[in-house]
Each structure stands twice: as C-alpha cells, then as structure tokens.
C-alpha cells in the first residue's frame, strides 16, 4: 500500500468484507519503484487494445499518458465517449500502477490533437517521435544523450502524415526507430519507454525485497 506518493507500507490483512477491509502495517519503508526519467507518452489511439497500451505504459514506468488523435488515426470518439474512455484508462493505470509497485499511477489526459499535446508538453522535456526511417537514431542511442525528462511520439499503424510531422518540426522534435522489426503501436510505446529508461540506467536494478 503506498500512502502519499512517498511512503509504502507492507500491511497483513485480518478482516475483509463487501463494507470492510482491516488489517495491520507490519513494516514501512520509503517509497521505491520510480524511474529517474520521466517519459510522457503521447499515444496515438489505437483502433483496438487502448485498455491494454494503458496498462503497459503504466507498467513500463511512464510519467504521463496522453491519448491524441493523429491524421491517420481510426478511432474519432465523440465528446461523450471520449469523457468515458479517459476515466476507464485512469482506472486502469491506477490499477496497474498498484500492481507494479509504483509510487503512484501516471497521469492519463483527456483525448486531444497530436499538436495540442505537443503544446502542453513540459518546456524542460526533449520531443523524440518513433518512425520507421533508417535516417533516425536508434531508440536506445537516442536514450543516452537524452535529458531527464522525454517526451515520446507514438504515432498509428498507418504512421504519422505530412501535418503530424510539420507539428513535430515546429517543436525541434528528434526522430528515432525502434530496429528491423515494424511494431503495432499498441506495443510501442512501452517498449520504447523500456529503452528510454533503460539507457538512464533505471534497469540497472531488481524490484526491492519486500521486508522480512
């Protein structure tokens, strides 16, 4: 259980019922689980499998989820839908955040363009989009000269048009691929994430014991 973002603690539970749940804190330890990178992802809506791209990100260690709408993107959920999908994903990252043992689940945005979110991307963040071009950096190079704070592209299976990429170029986006193989977007983005963090070192280590 993990109380304020800060601090988790190991808790035995002795009663639990549909009104109730009790137990008692049996150790208590700072908060671990955190990566030292944050990586925004911005995630072109797939046409299936959001539910579960929500649930890796959130695994893989990402600070922000933010669900776009690209040119070639299939999905187009109206205002209703889109209100309703946003509150199932932050359940979902909660709920898997929990799962990972992570301080606390990443922020999942409301449905918006690809250039909006750009606009509300963290001025101290580096733009890196993920395409299928032999001219980009591996992802994993990429990752080694990158600052403390990412955000990731992740366009549609279709791949990014002519608009997507002219708001990237007016952002100083960099362009990095993701090797031989053409990945779903679904699975992308965490798998980028993983290489992300792990070129900050934030893999070097296991999950912390649990105290005995």
Do not use: F, K
Not at 35 to 42: E, G, M
Not at 87 to 96: K, L, S
Not at 159 to 187: C, E, F, I, K, Q
């Amino acid at each position: 259980m993990v109380a304020g973002g800060a601090v988790e603690h190991g808790v035995v539970l002795q009663h639990v019922s549909a009104a109730r749940i009790s137990g008692t804190v049996v150790w208590t330890r700072p908060v671990s689980g955190e990566p030292r990178r944050a990586v925004h992802v911005l995630q072109a809506v797939p046409a299936q499998g959001m539910d579960a791209t929500i649930e890796a990100l959130t695994v893989a260690g990402v600070a922000s989820i933010r669900p776009v709408l690209t040119g070639r993107t299939v999905v187009r959920p109206d205002a209703v839908q889109a209100s309703r999908r946003t509150e199932r994903w932050q359940t979902i990252a909660r709920e898997a955040a929990q799962l990972a043992g992570r301080a606390a689940p990443p922020a999942v945005s409301p449905v918006m363009s690809l250039r909006d979110a750009l606009a509300h991307v963290p001025a101290t963040a580096r733009v890196i989009a993920c395409v299928i071009d032999p001219a980009a950096t591996p992802m994993l190079r990429a990752a080694s000269t990158s600052p403390s704070e990412i955000a990731l592209v992740i366009g549609p299976e279709g791949g990014l048009d002519d608009s997507d990429m002219n708001a990237l170029d007016s952002v100083g986006a960099a362009y990095a691929h993701l090797g031989p193989r053409t990945l779903p977007s679904r699975l992308a983005g965490a798998i980028a994430t993983a290489l992300l963090l792990a070129g900050a070192g934030d893999l070097d280590s296991t999950a912390e014991p649990v105290p005995q």
